[in-house]
């Protein structure tokens, strides 16, 4: 039996930052020879910047000022890779730790603090342009999958994909992880994207633990497999490498565009961090392994990459001093984010008027108004 371990990935760059791609990376060669070095430091900052902002998050977590933080600590890599990869016409649905997805898309990162802070019921408008067609958080595992798919099928049948013009061609990427791999959800949504032919990109982040529960509890070889049992073409690569990310992924998404049908990447990346900050850790994986993943860090990985290139301590400097302005930005704002009216939990619930929530809105009102004046 071949085990997740053992099976080739696509890999541009080794741990110690040095340029070697695998025999499955070739296919892919001309894709990353053509980053210019704008394109590889813009990769790099993605990465090193939402860290900055990541760990300001769990910091504040800690503090009382968010109620949870799902951290992204060690996954910078695959996120940024396939969201760069994406065009602005393309729709992105999220789990709940793609927070640098959606900062590459247009949204602010405070709308995703003020979501973990419970002041507000989404955190941003995915209609609105500016948020770059980028969907909303989902803690519900595998739902978004559905969605995506949906979604994609409506591109279908609304002509707006495998027209030829790959400048307004649109395709989908949804993200998940391996614990969701396992989900229902997930698997219906592969049913009706390989019958429907959606022009969608599932991007699988394999971050070895479903919480608490490790990918070979859940599989006896790569969960690659599931999506190419659907007759998915599926891609395994190293998710600790943005090249390969950025790489598998626009070429997937292009195919996806031009008709080809639904796509899919597994991601073999490492969650550094807990599974949110109300999960500890220690209780189920040990010391050895978290530093052996530790060596293999995205960050650390691209740094000496262009460092080889001859990328300027300048540059570094700048891109450190940009993810503590946006750490010292996060900071002072989740503080002043605006308590919700108590009302707007019962907006939205139905499309229509409905009894039974007008009655709770009524009970809830005449609760709050017993604390007015003498009565607190």
């Known amino acids: 039996m071949v085990t997740s371990s053992e099976t080739p990935l696509v890999r541009f760059l080794e741990p110690d930052g040095s340029f070697a791609p695998t025999p499955e990376a070739e296919p892919l060669r001309e894709i990353v020879d053509s980053l210019d070095d704008a394109m590889l430091e813009q990769l790099y900052r993605d990465m090193a910047v939402i860290r900055a902002f990541d760990q300001q998050a769990t910091m504040l977590q800690r503090q009382g000022q968010l109620a949870l933080w799902p951290p992204s600590l060690g996954q910078e890599a695959a996120q940024v890779g396939s969201a760069r990869a994406a065009r602005p016409q393309d729709t992105l649905f999220p789990s709940y730790r793609e927070h640098v997805v959606a900062k590459i898309r ?6 995703i603090l003020a979501l973990m802070r419970g002041t507000t019921h989404g955190g941003w408008d995915p209609t609105d342009p500016k948020n770059g067609n980028t969907r909303l958080y989902t803690l519900v595992l595998g739902t978004q999958t559905l969605h995506a798919t949906g979604f994609a099928m409506g591109l279908n049948f609304d002509g707006r994909t495998a027209t030829g013009n790959p400048d307004k061609d649109e395709a989908v990427v949804v993200y998940y992880g391996d614990g969701s791999a396992s989900e229902g959800d997930v698997h ?5 994207a390989a019958s429907y032919n959606t022009p969608q ?3 699988l982040q394999n971050n070895q633990w479903a919480i608490s529960v490790p990918v070979k509890t859940q599989a006896t070889g790569p969960l690659a497999n599931r999506s190419a ?18 790489a598998a992924s626009r070429m997937y998404l292009e195919e996806a565009r031009a008709g080809g049908g639904p796509r899919a990447i597994e991601a073999v990346t490492y969650r550094m ?3 949110t900050t109300s999960d500890d850790p220690t209780k ?26 001859g990328a300027s301590e300048a540059f570094f400097a700048d891109v450190d001093a940009e993810g503590e302005a946006l750490a010292a930005d996060a900071r002072e704002r989740v503080a002043t984010l605006p308590n919700p009216d108590p009302a707007s939990m019962f907006a939205h619930v139905y499309s229509e008027p409905h009894a039974l929530v007008e009655q709770q809105a009524a009970w809830l009102a005449e609760y709050e108004a017993s604390f007015e004046g003498d009565a607190a």
């Open 188 to 192: 219906e949504a592969m049913v009706f």
């Open 106 to 111: 247009g949204v602010d990162p405070v709308a």
């Open 273 to 275: 961090g807990a599974h």
């Open 284 to 309: 189920y994986r040990t010391r050895e392994e978290e530093e052996s993943w530790a060596r293999r860090d995205p960050i650390a990985r691209m740094r000496a990459f262009l460092l080889g290139r």
């Open 201 to 203: 990109l599932f991007f």
């Open 229 to 246: 049992g659907y007759g998915i073409p599926t891609m395994r690569i190293d998710g600790n490498d943005v090249l390969a990310s950025y």
